[in-house]
């Protein structure tokens, strides 16, 4: 009686140890996935608010004062071709005085004020510590 119960013990000792690493895993990526999304769709959705401001306007140097050091707005004489591009990069931040992680987003804009190629940022770190921050607790679990 006592051996079947140790075994019995001893296979839900497993079985549930192999389930909640399974399950940290997967939560893992769902939070990494989740964390990427809402980074990417905050790009796009700056992206909108400066083409309307661009527009609007046509002044990039108010825009750029709205949305700070993550924005850069060069003016083309020319009308502006670029396929829109999102990259993860690496940069040196002077504040920081290190490099940090960004996600960036490239486009350009013409309109009858104006052609630019504009290009915003955003620190990926935020998510980083997050996920890592999860994913130390889980292990310590």
Do not use: A, C, W
Request: net charge negative; charged share 25%.
């Amino acid at each position: 009686m006592n051996s079947l119960l140790n075994k019995t013990s001893r296979y839900y000792i497993i079985f549930s140890l192999l389930i909640f690493t399974v399950g940290g895993i997967i939560f893992f990526f769902q939070i990494r996935r989740i964390l990427d999304i809402d980074l990417t769709e905050s790009l796009y959705n700056e992206k909108r608010l400066i083409e309307l401001e661009l527009v609007k306007s046509g002044n990039p140097l108010v825009t750029k004062l709205v949305y700070g050091n993550n924005l850069e707005i060069e003016e083309s004489k020319e009308r502006v071709v670029i396929h829109e591009t999102l990259i993860d990069t690496v940069l040196y931040e002077t504040l920081e005085e290190e490099t940090l992680p960004f996600r960036q987003l490239r486009f350009g804009l013409n309109s009858v004020k104006g052609n630019y190629l504009i290009t915003i940022r955003k620190s990926t770190l935020e998510s980083d510590d997050l996920v890592e921050t999860i994913s130390n607790v889980l292990i310590i679990l």
